[in-house]
């Protein structure tokens, strides 16, 4: 099953109510990973904020916890996320562990730590790093060739640009600014979901 994954960022933060409507409807639309980023809130915050969270989804999904900057972390969060540049070990937890990465020797590295994933980017221009230059596709390609995890593409998402980034063998793609800015994050979502779906291993094939 391919993966959609949606990360909040610390300026969907600013609105919670909405920030848990625009997740609601994104999780009905086909979204099946979420990732909680944000600097505005410590870890006691996060971890109620997720268990709230969980009593208005209608749909049961792993929600990971981006760790960011933390030195130690006790969850209970189903899955947790690494910065490329954590220095957390991915084999000190027993959750599903992934890391962020920029490289393909970061991508290798975090394998070989246990990472269970990767989310690989920045693939296309975007706006929540607008002063970065995309690695492109053949960042994508070129991870997906050298490790045996699944990996996400993130970095400019849109439903009309994830059919090159599958081609490259990425079993799923993550997503920011496409979702929470979106007008309907349930039809975007959808859109999403749909263009997914129909090339699944398309990369493969």
Known sequence: MP??????????????DNLKKTITSAVQGGVNLLIIRTNLHSL?????????LKWDLEIEIPIAINLGDLKKIDSDADVLHLPEYSTLNENDYSQIVGRSVHSLKSAVEAESRGADYLIAGT????????????????????????????????????????IPVLESGASGISTISSVLSSDDPRKTAEKFHKILTENYNRGTS
């Open 44 to 52: 006691e915050y996060i971890n109620h904020f997720i268990y709230s």
């Open 3 to 16: 993966i959609l994954c949606l990360v909040t960022d610390d300026d969907s933060f600013r609105d919670i």
């Open 123 to 162: 693939v296309y221009k975007t706006d929540s790093h607008p002063y970065k230059n995309p690695e492109g596709v053949s960042l994508i390609k070129s991870i997906t060739s050298n490790v045996n995890i699944p990996v996400f593409a993130i970095g400019g998402m849109k439903p009309e640009n994830i």
